[in-house]
């Protein structure tokens, strides 16, 4: 028996339509959120003759391509996700490694009762497996569809298939950079930037109202620029107007909602009451992605009520390119590309979570071209040397990306936005917001709980008061043993990885996963002089790196800006 998702406990993951198939003693059920082929995609999916059922969440973003060499099978639907029983008909279980795109899901060969499961290549799409009792196996995109039938459950592992044929998982997704072998292609900017445009393109292929996540950093301002730039002539803006949709959320005169330059209206709930719904829906008890996973699940739910079911973000550059700031500490370039393969292959249990989950608790869909698997081939086979932080050649954290989109002639964005420096998606939400969330757990967590932490928690022990406070919601939602094993643990600072916290000794003692731990590398503010000369383009060498963020004071409430 298995199942893509149950569908009471994750009707959130798309109101539009449940699916229910049933053969033998194994089930596969869906919840739909339609964004391609709303009148006629429902699932579950079949080939010709209804032999092979498959269930999927996600978006194949080469289904034409694919159809076209698939001209002798007949489809029963316009839905990108049509392709892949036809595939499997054809190709058996080696044909996951030509879908471009994201995805998990389950395909049911009724012929011989075999199944076959698998994830995207990063994890973009969430998925658990687990085991009863009684021999059953499930497979569902959240952990509460499966807590209450499973002695046992776990992360699916991305870039791998679960064959019932060969009995377990086996990995699909082998690149060459997750080798030991560092690479040596030169860094060409036209390539890096043509690959961007491309990944963010095929993005835009949706028969549904969309937006961009922009923030005001340079990722999500990247994709917004491209977006804009080439949504004019795409089916998209045929059917709902060439004018881009923007959400930026943040308090009052944080980073990033300065940067985007807008003052926004309140949104009516405040955050902290949103945090026992975010840990049921995000699932984790991780400090850093519940701070800013918040913002977000509350951002989701406004642009759900515009009527937008799609949204493209910028998550996964700052793991590619070396773009959080500990990265300055980086002692050679080896040490720096295997930070970026160790991050990159841990987005399934961060950034990709929260992303995925916050906007699916509110039927919305993120898109994340940085996690492109062309895009990363190309921008992970650049030599580590050039992703290096060099301030005495003028690198600052991301330099190749903003080199690649330095364009004087046609500009994609204000100097001032291409050449600012990092901020973390919690941290540019607003400073206070973090600080807050501190004072809030202070209130619920004495001196004496955190003295028996160890006792209580013996597994990933809390260190702090808020840690303790986001674990005890947790652990009233998901107590189960196997639950708390799918949160990954160990010591960070600014978000790093255990092994990255041997670069500087001084870390071990400021163990603080904001970015403001990277004491020394982080910078607060400029003087308006500075602030001046740069948003005029006039960028001196030695600001370039350290580009001034936009720091103003908080108030305490939770804006939206649309």
């Known amino acids: 028996m298995y199942a893509t998702c149950t569908l009471l406990p994750l009707k959130h993951r798309g109101p539009d339509w449940s699916g229910l198939f049933q053969h033998g003693d194994s089930f596969l059920s869906h919840q739909r959120l339609a964004i391609i082929d709303p009148a006629s995609g429902d699932q579950p999916l079949f080939n010709e003759d209804k032999k092979i059922v498959v269930t999927v969440n996600g978006e194949i973003y080469n289904h034409e391509a694919l159809r076209k060499s698939l001209s002798h099978h007949e489809f029963r639907t316009d839905s990108d996700c049509d392709v892949i029983a036809h595939l499997y008909e054809e190709y058996g279980e080696g044909f996951v490694d030509m879908l471009d795109g994201m995805f998990s899901f389950v395909l049911l060969d009724t012929r011989d009762n075999s199944f076959l499961v698998a994830r995207d290549a990063i994890g973009i799409t969430s998925l658990y497996i687990g085991w009863g009792l009684d021999g059953s196996i499930w497979i569902s995109s959240e952990m509460k569809g499966l807590n209450d039938d499973c002695e046992h459950f776990e992360c699916f592992p991305p870039g791998h298939l679960y064959s019932s044929k060969q009995g377990g998982f086996r990995r699909w997704y082998n690149p060459q950079w997750m080798s030991s072998v560092i690479p040596s292609t030169p860094f060409d900017p036209l390539v890096l930037r043509r690959a961007f445009e491309n990944a963010v393109i095929k993005r835009l292929m949706t028969d549904v109202p969309f937006g961009v996540l922009l923030s005001g950093g340079l990722d999500s301002s990247l994709v917004a620029s491209i977006t804009a730039r080439y949504l004019a002539g795409t089916k998209a803006a045929r059917q709902w107007g060439a004018q881009l949709h923007s959400f930026c959320v943040g308090l009052e005169g944080s980073p990033d909602l300065k940067a985007a330059k807008e003052v926004a209206n309140y949104l009516g709930t405040d955050g902290i009451d949103a945090i026992e719904d975010v840990i049921y829906h995000i699932e984790t008890y991780d400090v850093t992605t519940i701070r800013a996973s918040t913002p977000m699940f509350l951002m989701s739910r406004k642009i759900k009520s515009l009527g937008v079911k799609m949204v493209i973000s910028g998550e996964g550059s700052d793991e590619i390119f070396g773009g959080y700031l500990y990265f300055h500490k980086a002692p050679n370039k080896e040490e720096f590309h295997h930070e970026t393969c160790r991050k990159i292959q841990a ?32 921008a992970m086979d650049i030599d580590p040397e050039w992703k290096m932080i060099k301030p005495d050649r003028g690198r600052i954290e991301k330099w190749i990306l903003r080199k690649a989109f330095d364009d004087e002639e046609r ?28 004072t809030h757990a202070a209130e619920h967590v004495t001196d004496k709980m955190m003295l028996n932490a160890a006792h209580i928690f013996p597994h990933n022990t809390p260190t702090t008061k808020e840690a303790y406070y986001y674990r005890m919601i947790f652990e009233r939602f998901f107590p189960q043993n196997s639950a708390k094993l799918t949160v990954p643990g160990g010591a960070s600072v600014a978000c790093s990885t255990a092994k990255a916290i041997e670069w500087d000794a001084a870390w071990s003692n400021n163990l603080d996963p904001s970015g403001r731990a990277a004491i020394g590398v982080h910078t607060s503010a400029y003087g308006p002089q500075v602030y001046a000369s740069i948003a005029n383009g006039n960028i001196p060498p030695t600001i370039m790196n350290n580009v001034p963020l936009m720091v103003g004071g908080a108030t305490h409430g939770l804006a939206i800006q649309s």
Do not use: M
């Open 347 to 378: 987005l399934h249990q961060y950034d990709c979570l929260r992303a995925n989950k916050s906007t699916s608790a509110w039927g919305v869909e993120a898109r994340v071209p940085f996690l492109d698997k062309e895009f990363i081939n190309v």
């Open 411 to 438: 500009p994609y964005l204000p100097k001032h936005i291409l050449y600012r420096q990092k901020e973390q998606f919690s941290d540019g939400v607003g400073y206070s917001w973090i600080d807050g969330l501190k």
